[in-house]
Each structure stands twice: as structure tokens, then as C-alpha cells.
């Protein structure tokens, strides 16, 4: 059965700097498409970023050169390296398996404020 | 960037079928595009309905299909019921691998 489960959310101070994480088991993480994706209140779904089987990472313009994805192959996890964050990246943040069949998490909540 | 376009809300009724649909800014939205539809409840993660335009997952209840109809993707509800009451997201695939989703459709079974 294929879970995926985000921790590491949380209250952060505007400028500061947050590390999601998202478990993942029936499947391993370094041969699929991981993608991270956030909601922020209220609002509707955000796509963040990607990490592809072969490494190549992808960013949107929002979070291009302050969030860094990652995976550690030999845990099975994926990464979400946040910094310089702002109040506007106040949202549930979501690991999902897409490109590819698109299981998602449950989401952690960041919270940006001062 | 591209824009993706959904129905701000749509109504059907209890038993009836209703189409979404999701368009890009960027013309006809093709297979190429690899359609997603998600289903968000409140309180609730969005899950995947809909991958590829057309595959369903082993939990996408059979009265949900997708298909690519007048340039744009789609999903059918055929034969609503009222737990189908919730927001649904689209997801279109472009060059440089940065999709974008639609702005999601409130749908209500009244």
C-alpha cells in the first residue's frame, strides 16, 4: 500500500527557515516523480516543485531560489528545504506522486508569522 | 505561464451528470497535456480521481469518467451522489515541467 506522510510543519518567523519531510513507503521514492504542492487558506492548489527519477528538479517562479527539493534515496524520503520564507507562504504543504498515478499526503501546515 | 480555467461552481442533482471541463490559455488542451482531476473535500488532502487524461484509480468510484471534449479536458459525473459534493482541481502539464492547476470547481448536489 503506497503512504506518504509530510512532517516538519510549523510556525516559522518571516525570513526563517523551515525542512518539510514526506515518508514514503510502498514505493520506492528515487524511481518515481515526487512533487511538492500547497494550499494556502482558503485558496486553491499551488504546484511547487518536482524531482524527477533522474534528479532534474523543477521549481515554480513563487519559490524558485528560496525552496530546494530533495530526497534521500537510502530512507525513502523526500525533502522540502524552505528559506527567506514570507507570510504568503502560509499554507498546508502536500508530497504527491505525480507525474504518475498521484498519491498525495496529508499535508503539514506552515504557519509565517512574526 | 499558462492559465488553466475551470468552472467557478457548477449544481447538479441528486442522480444527475454534469460535465467540468478545464482549458488552457495556451489553445486546445491535447493528451500531451496529461489531465489530472483531484477531489478535495473540506478538511480533507485532495486525491487523485483522474491520471492521463483517463485512468482511474482503484478508488474512483465508476460514475467519474475522463475524456478530452471541444479542446478541453473533462470530467463526467454521471449519476451524482451527494458525498460527490465537493471542490475539484484539474492539472495540465506544459514544456519545462512546470504544470499548473485550474482554480478549481465547487461543485454542489442539490
Known amino acids: 500500500e503506497v503512504q506518504l506522510v509530510e512532517s516538519g510543519g510549523g510556525l516559522a518567523q518571516p525570513g526563517g527557515s523551515l525542512r518539510l519531510s514526506c515518508a514514503a513507503s510502498?514505493?520506492?521514492?528515487?524511481?518515481?516523480?515526487m512533487t511538492w504542492v500547497r494550499q494556502a487558506p482558503g485558496k486553491g492548489l499551488e504546484w511547487l516543485s518536482v524531482?524527477?527519477?533522474?534528479?532534474?528538479?523543477y521549481y515554480a517562479d513563487s519559490v524558485k531560489g528560496r525552496f530546494t527539493i530533495s530526497r534521500d534515496n537510502s530512507k525513502n524520503m523526500l525533502y522540502l528545504q524552505m528559506n527567506t520564507l514570507r507570510p504568503e507562504d502560509t499554507a498546508v504543504y502536500y508530497c504527491?506522486?505525480?507525474?504518475?498515478?498521484?498519491?498525495w499526503g496529508q499535508g503539514t501546515l506552515v504557519t509565517v508569522s512574526s | 505561464q499558462a492559465v488553466v480555467t475551470q468552472e467557478p461552481s457548477l449544481t447538479v442533482s441528486p442522480g444527475g451528470t454534469v460535465t467540468l471541463t478545464c482549458g488552457s490559455s495556451?489553445?486546445?488542451?491535447?493528451?500531451?497535456?496529461?489531465p489530472y482531476w483531484f477531489q478535495q473535500k473540506p478538511g480533507q488532502a485532495p486525491r487523485t480521481l483522474i491520471y492521463?487524461?483517463?485512468n482511474k484509480h482503484s478508488w474512483t468510484p465508476a460514475r467519474f469518467s475522463g475524456s478530452l471534449l471541444g479542446g478541453k479536458a473533462a470530467l463526467t459525473l454521471s449519476g451524482a451522489q451527494p458525498e460527490d459534493e465537493a471542490e475539484y482541481y484539474c492539472l495540465l502539464s506544459y514544456s519545462g515541467a512546470r504544470p499548473v492547476f485550474g482554480g478549481g470547481t465547487k461543485l454542489s448536489v442539490l
Open positions: 492521463d487524461t483517463s
Open positions: 524531482i524527477y527519477s533522474g534528479g532534474s528538479t
Open positions: 504527491a506522486t505525480f507525474p504518475g498515478e498521484g498519491y
Open positions: 495556451t489553445g486546445a488542451v491535447t493528451s500531451g497535456h496529461y
Open positions: 510502498g514505493f520506492t521514492v528515487s524511481s518515481s516523480y
